[in-house]
């Protein structure tokens, strides 16, 4: 295979299996989704060809005698993909999100150094099993009782109850609000919260009880996670 061609199938293997993990990210509306860790993926495969295959393209005569640390870029990436990471972090209140996503940019920049290694069934691997980790793991996180997902958005008046009326509420009747963000507009604003519901509470009663809470949530929307 010709060398330029092998190198752009390196960076495309990479750029490829990082959107297969940043799809998964997307899908969960992570901060960090497909386009991140596409890009991420793709510079760090770019990167690792660079470092290993610069070399040939210098033009150097035949018996030159050239030393070369090919190590040196892809150490820089290894460092630097952390201050990316740390961006995905978010803190609200005593709820930390974005961890599992800075974890899953830290795997797809070293999917990204394998595939451009030429080490493509590694990368292959990496792939799957970061799959696996995000997919499956995800239900052995929380042990105990059997518990459901949900994502809550309200959509709230400037008169709406306060927001730990509301946290209150679900949680005397018996959902666990796992993280939460709020967005605020001129009229109005816009709530969102992960729960986790017993078997026994069924969506409609946790509208009912949302709705108990008082006037002013104009919009209740629950979708599984």
Do not use: C, N
Request: charge should be positive.
């Amino acid at each position: 295979m010709p060398l330029q061609l092998e190198i752009l199938l390196r960076i495309l293997l990479g750029a490829g299996l990082g959107a297969v993990i940043g799809l998964e990210r997307d899908l969960h509306e992570r901060p960090a989704g497909l386009r991140t860790h596409t890009l991420v993926a793709l510079a760090a495969a770019t990167f690792m060809v660079v470092s290993t295959r610069f070399v040939f393209f210098q033009h150097y005569a035949a018996g030159d005698l050239v030393a070369v640390d090919t190590s040196r870029i892809a150490a820089s990436v290894v460092s630097g993909i952390g201050f990316l990471g740390a961006g995905a972090i978010l803190r609200t209140g005593i709820t930390i999100r974005g961890l599992t996503t800075a974890a899953a940019l830290w795997l797809v920049a070293a999917i990204g150094m394998a595939a451009g290694g030429g080490m493509y069934a590694v990368a292959v691997f990496t792939t799957v099993l970061g799959l696996v980790t995000l997919t499956l793991l995800r239900r052995f996180e929380d042990r105990g009782e059997p518990f459901t997902r949900l994502r809550l958005t309200l959509t709230l008046d400037e008169g709406a109850a306060p927001i730990g009326i509301v946290v209150q509420a679900l949680s005397q009747a018996g959902a666990k609000v796992a993280e939460e963000a709020y967005e605020t507009a001129a009229d109005q604003s816009r709530l969102t919260l992960e729960v986790r519901t017993p078997p026994r509470l069924q969506t409609h009663d946790l509208a009912a009880t949302i709705r108990a809470v008082g006037a002013g949530i104009r919009h209740i929307r629950i979708e599984r996670v």
